[in-house]
């Protein structure tokens, strides 16, 4: 607990170089993975210091569903002008949110329009792979642009979701295709059939998007235990 404390206060301190920073965050990752509460780790989340924040939002992005007690803190910093900051957060909202965090990830769902293409990416694999229950919440509080596109994700037919998702891959809106991509994605299971078209995109938010998707496919076709840990894209801490 005390070398954990002392890592906290070290990080936000902000007396170390980057790569001094960069070994304490791995070795406070070493201290939560063993059990050192991840609510002590709050102080970074809230810091003033930047790269306090930074190394804060990326420990939290790599506990998973352990990070729950700081989605209130996380959701701040899907604001945050820093996108590595915003790409973290995500993680965190994806991986923690429940139910009762309707607000948290209708922030982060409206990060598909994200001006970094990271985080735009981020949030369609947030919106393809959120939870139904989850992403139901976040309706409330979603604008009048989202807010009918994430219903139809959760409410379109089955039978009729591919026939309109492959019609709305070449609707001039670039939201509207995105959230196409999305629900392929979403709902195409395993059928790369239906994923080729939107890799074939001339848009390159849905083609990168569907890209990525089959080529998780054949991971896990191959090497299904690699496939379950490999992440979505690169961190920093």
């Avoid at 948290?104 to 409206?110: C, E, G, L």
Wanted: overall charge negative; proline content about 5%.
């Amino acid at each position: 607990m005390k070398r954990g404390d002392a890592l906290v206060a070290r990080i936000e301190a902000e007396r170390d170089s980057e790569d001094e920073r960069t070994s304490a965050t791995m070795e406070l990752l070493s201290c939560l993975s063993a059990g050192y509460p991840i609510e002590r780790i709050g102080p970074l989340l809230r810091s003033d210091n930047i790269m306090a924040v930074k190394s804060g939002a990326f420990l939290a992005s790599e506990m998973s569903n352990r990070a729950a007690p700081l989605v209130d803190d996380i959701q701040r910093l899907l604001a945050s002008p820093v996108p590595w900051i915003r790409h973290d957060a995500i993680q965190v909202i994806w991986a923690a949110a429940t139910a009762s965090n309707g607000r948290a990830v209708a922030q982060a769902a409206s990060l598909v329009n994200d001006p970094h293409v990271v985080v735009r990416s981020d949030a369609m694999h947030l919106l393809a792979n959120t939870r139904d229950d989850v992403l139901r919440s976040a309706l409330e509080y979603l604008d009048s642009a989202l807010a009918p596109l994430t219903s139809w994700l959760l409410d379109e037919a089955p039978e009729r979701m591919a026939e309109v998702a492959r019609h709305r891959l070449d609707d001039p809106d670039p939201l509207t295709r995105r959230f196409a991509a999305i629900a392929l994605v979403r709902h195409a299971g395993s059928n790369t059939g239906l994923l080729a078209d939107a890799a074939n995109s001339n848009d390159d938010d849905v083609a990168s998007f569907a890209s990525e998707r089959l080529k998780r496919l054949e991971m896990e076709k191959t090497n299904p235990q690699r496939s379950r840990c490999a992440p979505l894209s690169a961190r920093n801490p």
